[in-house]
Antibody
Framework: EVQLLESGGGLEQPGGSLRLSCAAS????????MGWVRQAPGKGLEWVST????????FYADSVKGRFIVSRDNSKDTVYLQMNSLRADDTAVYYC????????????WGQGTLVTVSS | EIVMTQSPATLSVSPGESATLSCRAS??????LAWYQQKPGQAPRLLIY???TRATGVPARFSGSGSGTEFTLTISSLQSEDFAVYYC?????????FGQGTKVEIK
């Protein structure tokens, strides 16, 4: 059974940094692209970032480009999201997602971790 | 950026009836279209990928159709557990984009 367990969320001041982690299990981690999707309170879903299985390729939403960095450690089956220069509009639940074997839809989701940016 | 537009925003349906949800893309997609279901307080769940293929464990009452820029999710004979918010998402191009969601509520 695929499991994705996020951690690292919390309250941070504007301009601060946080690092989210997502520990994966139940599949061959290095084979699959992984990513992050966020959901602001009461709002819809917003794709944030994706990293390829090897980590060689990364992709970002314009809203986070230059501030967030996605990475992965295939020896630890973990994907990370380093979030810098945080803004109030980064406040959201951040979901870790696994890409499907068949295509690049998101076939597994973590339970999410809440990031609140406020002074 | 490919803009995804869902309609209607809210759909009121009685249990046992069917529901038809629409999703329009601002550019033509090559069937790289997924549908997700999200219940309150839960993470989204993949229902449909490739525009019409049901994900593992998804009941047959959920079906996806469409091509090009127009896609549809049909839920036949709605069950109590189907009342939720549904999102479409394109993964044809970067950035990946979601529709704003359709809430299916009990009539």
């Amino acid at each position: 059974e695929v499991q994705l367990l996020e951690s690292g969320g919390g309250l941070e001041q504007p301009g601060g940094s946080l690092r989210l982690s997502c520990a994966a299990s139940g599949f061959t981690f290095s084979t699959y692209a992984m990513g992050w999707v966020r959901q602001a309170p009461g709002k819809g879903l917003e794709w944030v970032s994706t990293i390829s299985g090897s980590g060689a390729m990364t992709f970002y939403a314009d809203s986070v480009k230059g501030r967030f960095i996605v990475s992965r450690d295939n020896s630890k089956d973990t994907v990370y999201l380093q979030m810098n220069s945080l803004r109030a509009d980064d406040t959201a639940v951040y979901y870790c997602v696994k890409s499907s074997e068949a295509d690049y839809s998101f076939d597994s989701w973590g339970q999410g971790t809440l990031v609140t940016v406020s002074s | 950026e490919i803009v995804m537009t869902q309609s209607p925003a809210t759909l009121s349906v009685s249990p046992g009836e069917s529901a038809t949800l629409s999703c329009r893309a601002s550019q033509r997609l090559t069937s790289n279209l997924a549908w997700y279901q999200q219940k309150p307080g839960q993470a989204p769940r993949l229902l449909i990928y490739g525009a019409f293929t049901r994900a593992t464990g998804v009941p047959a009452r959920f079906s996806g159709s469409g091509s090009g820029t127009e896609f549809t999710l049909t839920i036949s004979s709605l069950q109590s557990e189907d009342f939720a918010v549904y999102y479409c998402q394109q993964y044809n191009d970067w950035p990946r984009t979601f529709g704003q969601g359709t809430k299916v509520e009990i009539k």
